[in-house]
């Protein structure tokens, strides 16, 4: 079958990319706990240009060692083999499904108080970006009828969204800013508005995204850049700043930014991949003491994925999906997604 593989990672001091290429693999026969799934969409992460550019922090030495590693890691398929642990389990060929990658150790500490992201152990299956791959049970999720196999890929990133949205306490009447509006942050975006939201702000470069932005929902776009940006906030908040702040950005820039526009007893979330060197700056005294503000960081959502689920048919992910690619066509969707030209690069592998 073939497969995508990352063979190098690029150097961020001297700004070179690294390489993906295509090889041809064994089909991956399942254990007697896993199922094999026949890869229907495998979308590109807004990770991924990040592991190619080679900013990857601590992680970095790790996978250079590792090279030429598997990639993708949101997936859709159908099962097309079942192990017969997984069959006792109730897996069926035919099954319609999606999956997290991660597979939290479930003995840890970490694990036994509900906290997987945080699991040392957890086993991580990045090798979707393939026409099959055979994972854990205890990772594969069916999906309703009524959501497609093509949005359903986009499950692993929306649990994310999902669980910012959650961190950041969004609720009845709360005033919500979104930083970056990629396919998280368009995602973040519409599923604050269900959870109650009254005005929802996106903070965006782009042009065709403050666009995307508008159309799914939010009520101003605002270029961060904009010399009247704090008058503006000033004047949709009351003078009292973002109840609940969301940075899907990653730029160090808006991740200084948010302290300033967030409301006392606000919340801000901060999950995306930042510079490894850059440290935020807090104000303990005014910010920490007498304003109540509230930080968060967040990583993987693995307990998010059944709630998600029940989500996928309420956020208009075709939209989000701007460009789709097949697998042969894998440097060309690179070359996308490094652009950050689209909210969200998917590869249409088998297809529904
Ligand atoms: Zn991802
Ligand atoms: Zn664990």
């Known amino acids: 079958m073939k497969a995508l593989f990352i063979t190098s990672i690029g150097d961020p001091e001297k700004k070179t990319m690294g390489t993906i290429d ?15 799934i026949k890869i229907a969409y495998a979308s590109i992460c807004g990770s991924d240009p990040h592991t190619l550019r080679g900013e990857l922090g601590p992680m970095r030495p790790r996978i250079l060692s590792r090279l030429p590693i598997r990639t993708g890691h949101e997936i859709s398929g159908v099962i097309d083999a079942v192990g ?18 991660s597979k939290p150790c479930g003995t840890c500490y970490w694990c036994h108080t509900g906290r997987e992201g945080l699991c040392k152990q957890a086993k991580a299956s990045a090798d979707g970006m393939a026409e099959y791959v055979s994972w854990h049970m205890s ?63 996106v903070f965006e470069l782009a042009e065709s995204r403050q666009k995307m932005a508008l159309d799914l929902g939010a009520d101003a776009v605002l270029n961060p850049n904009d010399p009247n940006v704090s008058e503006t906030i ?4 009351n003078g ?9 950005s990653g730029a160090s820039s808006a991740a200084q930014s948010t302290l300033d526009m967030l409301a006392p007893d606000g919340n ?15 104000n303990l005294f005014s910010q920490m003491y007498l304003q109540q503000k509230h930080i968060h960081g967040m990583y993987t959502s693995s307990d998010c994925f059944p709630k998600t689920i029940e989500m996928l048919p309420l956020v208009n992910l075709d939209a989000i999906a701007e460009k789709e690619y097949s697998l042969d066509e894998y440097k060309a969707a690179f070359d996308d997604a490094v652009s950050g030209k689209y909210a969200k690069v998917i590869f249409r592998v088998a297809g529904e």
């Open 268 to 282: 801000v979330v901060f999950f995306a991949m930042y510079k490894p060197d850059f440290d935020l700056k807090v």
């Open 139 to 201: 990772q594969v999720y069916k999906i309703p009828e009524n959501v497609t196999l093509r949005q359903a890929c986009m499950t692993e990133p929306m649990t994310i969204a999902l669980n910012a949205v959650q961190t950041a306490q969004v609720s009845f009447g709360k005033k919500v800013a979104i930083f970056g509006g990629g396919g998280i942050g368009l995602m973040a975006l519409q599923l604050a508005r269900h959870a109650g939201a009254s005005k929802i702000v």
């Open 234 to 237: 000033r004047k949709m908040t």
């Open 240 to 248: 009292l700043g973002f109840d609940c702040i969301i940075d899907s």
């Open 22 to 36: 295509m090889k041809e693999v064994p089909i991956p026969e399942p254990g007697p706990e896993e199922v094999r």
């Open 84 to 101: 017969e642990v997984a069959a006792a389990n109730g897996f069926k060929v035919g099954d319609r499904v999606t999956a997290n990658y």
